[in-house]
């Protein structure tokens, strides 16, 4: 990269700053500006089959965020490297964004003087961070990615799932309540009764319904309760630990998911001790028109899942009219699961 034409792939969804940072780029002699696009999954797209030496990579972008649009591109074009510039000044944004492979943040308000030192910084190598966050310490590399967190550093005391074992992460999308309820207690049920431990996110009103029923079904919820074997949380106060901006924060979401699950291996009284969790996390930010966040959230959970010997169930109740109507969500969050089931 240092000797040859840069090849630069722009991508921001708002035209008036996306053609400012190519005339920006267009001024160094050994910049080429080859794409732009406005969409995360076209950037993608274009960054598989382009191949760039840099990325200028938007988070707030539509169909897919830049966050997941960075950890995709990771995947497929490994050598390119990633500049983010957004108007999140956010730490725990800037320290998700470099987690997945990024070497530079710069924060919009500061780009007009900051990047070509940034672009210069990164297509040798070196790390930039706006000065618009100084007085923070990040620590990310380039290799470090948001997935290898977890698998080293947030459930060290799980056992890792054994190869040609599938990975357990079932969707079900209910019509209503009673067979939301009804399913997440048999599951929750089944959990128990093979003296595995259990994390339940849910509303209030769920959690309170899911309590009536398995106590019904003459489980000894207190005990289980008292022993750290059911873990019973709200879906409000979870998800408030690691939204940063109405997005999953990947490495907050690793932490708190693995503290959680960690927590309760340990309550866990089977042979082959297992932990399984069911919750609407995902399902709620989908209600409240977060569709993004809801995909890259199940993502987060399906990377655990892959990983890790745990059971996890996903509950939404939608109406047929919400399928149809947003059938490319709908489509994408089953991509996200081993398995897909509807009552």
Not at 210 to 234: F, M, T, V, W
Request: charged share 25%.
């Amino acid at each position: 990269m240092e000797t040859s034409t840069v090849r630069v792939l722009v991508v921001d969804d708002y035209e008036p700053f996306r053609r400012f940072v190519c005339s920006t780029l267009e001024k160094g002699l050994e910049l080429q500006v080859i794409c732009e696009v406005s969409d995360g999954l076209e950037a993608v797209h274009k960054a598989e089959e382009l191949q760039p030496d840099l990325i200028v990579l938007d988070i707030g972008l539509p169909t897919l965020n830049g966050i997941e649009a960075a950890r995709r591109i990771r995947k497929f074009s490994p050598k390119s490297k990633i500049l983010f510039v957004s108007q999140e000044s956010s730490t725990d944004v800037v320290e998700g964004a470099l987690s997945l492979g990024a070497l530079g943040y710069v924060v919009k308000a500061y780009a007009g003087s900051e990047l070509s030192a940034a672009v210069e910084a990164v297509r040798h190598g070196r790390q930039f961070v706006s000065s618009g966050l100084s007085g923070h310490s990040f620590t990310h590399t380039a290799d470090v990615q948001a997935a290898d967190l977890c698998h080293k550093e947030v459930l060290p005391s799980l056992v890792p799932r054994k190869a040609g074992i599938t990975r357990s992460h079932e969707v079900q999308f209910y019509s209503e309540d009673a067979s939301f309820l009804e399913s997440f207690t048999l599951f929750i049920e089944a959990a128990l009764k093979a003296g595995n431990a259990v994390i339940v996110i849910a509303t209030e009103s769920h959690r309170k319904s899911l309590l009536h029923r398995l106590q019904e079904q003459g489980l000894n919820i207190s005990a289980a309760i008292e022993q750290g074997r059911y873990i019973p949380l709200d879906v409000a106060e979870t998800l408030s630990t690691f939204m940063v901006n109405d997005l999953p924060d990947p490495v907050q979401f690793l932490k708190v998911a693995g503290d959680l699950i960690a927590a309760a291996a340990k309550g866990a009284k089977g042979e082959l001790p297992r932990v399984a969790a069911c919750g609407e996390c995902a399902p709620i930010l989908w209600v409240q028109g977060k569709a993004d966040a809801a995909i890259e959230l199940e993502h987060l959970w399906d990377e655990i899942a892959k990983t890790y010997d745990v059971d996890i169930l996903c509950g939404y109740v939608l109406t047929n009219l919400q399928r149809e109507e947003e059938s490319h969500i709908y489509k994408r969050i089953c991509a996200e699961h081993s398995a897909v089931c509807s009552q």
